[in-house]
């Protein structure tokens, strides 16, 4: 899909932003770029879209050699998320979402449409389309912006360390949401960070980058397994390195697999007496297909007494969970991120399969510790 | 109280002649500023892009501005002769400089991140320019184009010298006739309300083009 050939860039009378790179993605992978400023990642994510031209070498998208392409025709084949959002403060939402469509001079209803659809794909409703950026939260911009990216449905995305600007909470629930939504949308993306949490979140593989060359270019599993040389595994981080080896582990490996749940019909005091026995404070809500609805704990009983009767009177819907198959590094983060106590596990049609709670983890991080240490002493 | 009765007095005699004035007058700033807009703002965006040469140019525009109206009127006459286009022309220089400063300004703050945005997406150099920097500038720009029209308005007046006629007619003519306040009064008052309806019109003008912006005022063209 995307080739580089033995691609430099030399700033004016001035040092290597580039040296000598070689490198191959396939279609459909998600591929980080990563190292300390100035490495030189920005640099070669931006000659992708010809933003900055390399001084020498070649590269080809889909066989094509992009250097001899018109530049604006080529970006618009490309998808474009630019560092802090950089949406038009004076365009509406649908304005900014279709511009690439509206530059390809696509007719309005086709555009109007393409926004609709673009929309629901993060969960938000038609009527934002009038709205202008300043009136949407920082994450909802994010979106956007992403979104913006994906319009003319280019098949090769880049994006430049677009979620740093927002809080950490916000930011990790996007990472989830956008790793989601390429992996539906199978599209090529080259993604800018420094944070290598995102990196190991979100990549297929990870281009390490130190002085203008690639250090080591390869899938997260491996490069925590074994690093190809001190500058990475000083750039992962000696604490990440020893706690992320054994989290290879996906979230069903550890669950527990019988968590408490009861049904909506339920009356508020036979919940109330089950979470006694069975010496828990909250409980999870499936309906009669195991299918996760929502949580109650005692707090909720204790405050919807006089007013409700059932449990589905009074849970709460809004709870996070997490699909089987997700990897534990993850999970674990988030939990401790959002300061969650457990984390229900779902399958595909949301049937609640599993918990994981804190004292999992716990088990976890000991098996980390001691059972490392045990088998070298050993 | 009686000049207040005599000022009324005055206009209920001269209300045609008061108002043919005031149109004149008027017309004279509008055309001295549609002008000096036709040519200011591409300098103004001219120079955003090519920087180098902005100090020479805004230089160039503060010199004129430095030139004190009455003398340039009677140089211009003496090149473009008497009458209203001498003093359109002398307008027209005297709205190049907030105008083509504005415009550099405009163009110049806006954000690089929205450029490069514009670019990453594949906008060419002139839609850019369409889609982004004007519009992004143009509050700032039509603020110029405020203060030009202020500043004409008030130099227009002086055209009366070299026969161009307009609201200057009757303050000179209060000048020259002995007790002749009233008279003063009557041009005087027309030439600020002139000023201040043209301010305040062009600012409505500026709030109505800048969309997204209406509710927050100015900002939010950066981020966090």
Known sequence: MLKFEHVSKVYKGKKRAVNDLNFEIEKGEFIVLIGPSGCGKTTTMKMINRLIEPTSGKIYIDGENILEMDPVRLRRKIGYVIQQIGLFPHMTIEQNISLVPRLLKWSPEKRRKRAEELLDLVDMTPDYLDRFPHELSGGQQQRIGVLRALAADQPLILMDEPFGALDPITRDSLQTEFKKLQRRLDKTIVFVTHDMDEALKLADRIVIMRDGSIVQFDTPDEILRNPANEFVEEFIGKDRLDSQRPQVQTVEEIMNPHPVTVTGDVSLSEAIRSMKQHRVDSLLVVNENQQLEGYIDFGIVNEARSKAKTVADAMLRNVYKVEKGTLVRDTMQTILKRGLKYVPIVDEENKLVGIITRSNLVDVVYDSIWGDSQANGL | ?224
């Open chain 2, 1 to 224: 109280m009686e000049i207040l009765q005599d000022l009324l007095l005055y206009y209920t005699h001269n209300a045609w002649y008061v108002l043919e004035q005031f149109g004149r007058q008027f017309l004279m700033s509008a055309y001295g500023v549609l002008f000096g807009a036709l040519v200011g703002i591409p300098v103004g965006i001219f120079i955003a892009h090519y920087k180098k040469l902005s100090p020479w140019v805004i230089s160039l525009a503060n010199v004129i501005q430095t030139i004190p109206s009455l003398a340039m009127l009677a140089v211009l006459m003496l090149v473009l002769g008497l009458g209203p286009n001498t003093v359109v022309f002398a307008l027209f220089l005297y709205s190049l400089l907030p105008i083509i400063k504005n415009t550099y300004t405009g163009i110049h703050q806006v954000d690089p991140s929205m450029i490069e945005a514009g670019k990453g997406m594949g906008m060419t150099r002139f839609q850019i320019l369409r889609m982004v920097e004007l519009p992004l500038a143009l509050s700032v720009i039509m603020a110029g184009l405020r203060t030009a029209l202020v500043i004409t308005i008030g130099i227009a007046t002086i055209g009366t010298f070299i026969g161009a006629g307009g609201l200057g007619d009757i303050i000179l003519r209060g000048t020259n006739a002995s007790d002749g306040t009233v008279i003063i009064l009557a041009g005087v008052i027309p030439t600020a309300l002139m000023a201040v309806i043209a301010d305040w019109f062009l600012g409505l003008l500026e709030r109505k083009l800048a969309p997204g912006k209406k509710r927050n005022g100015l900002i939010s063209i950066g981020h966090e």
